[in-house]
């Protein structure tokens, strides 16, 4: 069978099935992408971190001296269990107040917030289950206090980490000044 009849019958087959035909050229070409990424586009593999470049930044830190109202909050982890987005973003100071605190207020700071709650910076061992409310130190007159309730206490190098989840959330306004 000459090469002229063999395109003629495979043009007469594709034009009278040609959902398949179409089909099929979408995967050869799909397949044909894959495999040139795999074996083209492939990563670069990092290089080990080498620990006296590690030694020599920890030494260029500057050292905490400060431990009173302008401490530094932490790095934040990944690990996450919360249903709602967290929003990361620069520590934003608040005040927490409480019945049982010494003058009723206490100085903190937001590390992170999400619209059911915040992980605040404290001082103080607050246990969970307990009632606060806080209010961002920058906030507008007029303003008011948001209830929280505290789920978890860790402890850090030199604070607390809370946990806390809104009673009810607040309104967006509310919630962005937080940070």
């Known amino acids: 069978m000459p090469l002229g009849e063999m395109l003629e019958t495979g043009r007469v087959w594709a034009l009278e099935n040609l959902p ?7 995967a050869f070409l799909v397949l044909t992408f894959l495999t040139l990424n795999a074996t083209l586009g492939r990563r670069r593999t990092r290089e080990p971190l080498d620990p006296a470049k590690l ?6 830190a500057p050292p905490l001296t400060e431990k009173a109202l302008n ?4 790095e934040h982890t990944y690990a996450d269990r919360r249903g709602a987005v967290r929003r990361d973003g620069q520590p934003v100071r608040v005040v927490l107040a409480s019945v049982t605190f010494r003058n009723g207020v206490c100085d903190a700071y937001v590390i992170d917030r999400s619209t059911g709650g915040l992980r605040i910076a404290v001082q103080t061992a607050i246990e969970p289950g307990s009632t606060l409310q806080v209010r961002a130190l920058d906030a ?23 946990g806390c989840e809104f009673e009810k959330t607040p309104p967006w306004n509310i919630l962005l000044l937080f940070g």
């Open 140 to 162: 507008p007159e007029g303003v008011e206090f948001v209830t929280i309730i505290v789920r978890s206490c860790r402890k850090n190098t030199d604070y607390f980490e809370l």
């Open 55 to 60: 030694a020599a930044n920890a030494k260029a």
């Open 20 to 26: 398949i035909a179409v089909g099929g050229f979408v």
């Open 71 to 74: 401490w530094d909050p932490p």
